[in-house]
């Protein structure tokens, strides 16, 4: 019985852990099976039967793949200027001293607190106020979008920061190196992570975003405006493709990742 007991308590923590990571993932699973789906109607929610059918034709639904591309551009842009601009403010904000810096922490935070709803409808008032109620698209939705992944991308690479031993770099400079050269070679090759984990952050923020781009689209449609639209319709299977393709697309990323650390841990130091 203690035996027995003392088998349990150590797996217990494994067990707990595997059995949420498949709770996470069943839906995942789903969209995978769907996406093979012989799907008999647009409402038909069941797994009718395999077919490759979904694959081939992931454009057939009108308008499917114009939401996909913009989605994806929009993201690309919002994670460039996100980024980088959460960099600049990461580095102001964990590097230097000045006046108004725990209010700047604080004004930082506020966005990731605020309901998405309240931050969309402030936007499209900005707009609206700016003369810009009859052009709002593909600049609005992309102003919105820089706007609130700017938060998360800063939280992410200060965090990073925070973690960095200066000491590293205090050991180059003793080395003659100079400020450019101890920040090319050893501060951004340290915090290059975080900028990569805030910019794959940005990416799915902005990606998946659907309160604060319905407010602010006008009448452009994104890839989760498509999917709210033809869930009224019903869900065509090739958007169960495009789920796909975009977790394997991220899991590759991720898997990619940990591989070139391991490389890189097992290289000789020195």
Known sequence: MTRLGRCLSDHLVLGIGVLVLLYLLTPVFVVVLMSFNDQASRISYQFDGFTLDNWRSPCEPNGLCESVSLSIRIALLATLAATGL??????????????GRAGVNVLTFLPMASPEIVMGSSLLALFVTAGMAGSLGFWTILVAHILFCLSFAVVTIKARLAGLDPRLEQAAMDLYANEWQTFRKVTLPLVFPGILAAALLSFSLSFDDFI?????????????????????????????????????????????????????SRLPKG
Do not use: D, K
């Open 212 to 264: 604060i781009t319905n407010l602010n689209a006008g009448q452009e449609v994104t890839f989760p405006m498509y999917v709210w639209g033809a869930a009224q319709r019903g869900v065509p299977p090739q958007i169960n493709v495009v789920g796909t393709i975009m977790f394997f697309a991220a899991l590759s990323l991720v898997v990619i990742g940990e591989l070139n650390n391991r490389r890189r």
């Open 86 to 99: 959460a960099t600049l403010m990461a580095f102001a904000l964990a590097r230097h001293r000045f006046r």
